[in-house]
């Protein structure tokens, strides 16, 4: 795509890897560009699901470009489609998304791989959310975070801005899985492969459920979902994938999924 956003296709998999050295930081034209990836890939048929990583040994991201902001980048511009990075906001993102964390991940860093749906991690990764010490807050993640892991941790981690490593981030479930950096994005494919494989149609599903439930009860959920008011949900349920997986039960084989 261009020099700061390399994008690759294997199969049905999209690999995207930022690449702004030294930081993989993020200024206003990259997350342009990074939402207009994800939104081709949001509605590509042919591709399933996105491998977010990025170039470097030392950072996956540094958030927020301090630099461009210095020469008069305004903090609260115009991201793009997405949002900050491409995926925050970008509306019916109803793919998987695997984010291979393989260093620094502090302030929109962090809030970046959190917008993924699964994240991996190298062993030495670290992370954190520093903005407090900058005067300014750490939006995305004040709403995210104490949702994610206990409430008093998340309160503490945005009140200080402290740094915490990959073995901390795990223990609070923050991440999913530690793995050798020379293995990292060896395990982030042969995930995305296992996804790939699966029923596209009902990972669509699971996401707009999710989002549905972050702000409503459990009753009115339930209610959406049995009444198909959910597009996902009802596509499901009127799809040939919903009888192939029926009979490839019953018939004792593997399903063969066709995402309609």
């Not at 975070?145 to 941790?153: A, Q, S």
Request: glycine share 8%; charged share 25%; net charge negative.
């Amino acid at each position: 795509m261009t020099t700061s956003i390399k994008t690759t296709i294997s199969g049905s998999i999209l690999e995207v890897t930022l690449d702004r050295p030294k930081a993989n930081a993020i200024d206003l034209q990259t997350s342009k560009i990074m939402g207009e990836v994800f939104a081709k890939f949001r509605d590509d048929p042919n591709l399933r699901v996105a491998i977010l990583t990025s170039s470097g040994d030392k950072f996956f991201c540094a958030g927020w470009d301090l630099k461009a902001a210095a020469d008069g980048e305004a903090v609260d511009g115009d991201y793009g489609v997405g949002g900050f990075g491409g995926i925050q906001e970008l509306p019916n993102l109803n793919k998987p998304i695997i984010a291979a964390v393989n260093g620094i991940a502090c302030g929109g860093g962090l809030e970046l791989a959190m917008s993924a749906d699964i994240i991996i991690a190298s062993e030495d990764a670290t992370f954190a959310l520093p903005e407090i010490l900058s005067g300014t807050v750490a939006d995305a993640a004040s709403i995210k975070l104490p949702k994610r892991i206990p409430h008093h941790i998340a309160m503490e981690l945005l009140f200080t801005g402290r740094w915490f490593d990959v073995n901390e981030a795990y223990k609070w479930g923050l991440i999913n899985e530690i793995v050798p950096k020379k293995d990292l994005l060896s395990r982030a494919r042969k995930l995305a492969e296992t996804l790939a494989s699966g029923p596209p149609l009902v990972y669509a599903a699971i996401k707009e459920i999710v989002r549905a439930a972050e702000n409503q009860g459990f009753h009115e959920t339930m209610e959406k979902i049995t009444s198909r008011q959910l597009k996902t949900v009802d596509k499901l349920y009127s799809s040939e994938d919903q009888l192939e997986g029926a009979r490839a039960f019953s018939e004792k084989r593997l399903p063969v999924w066709k995402g309609k």
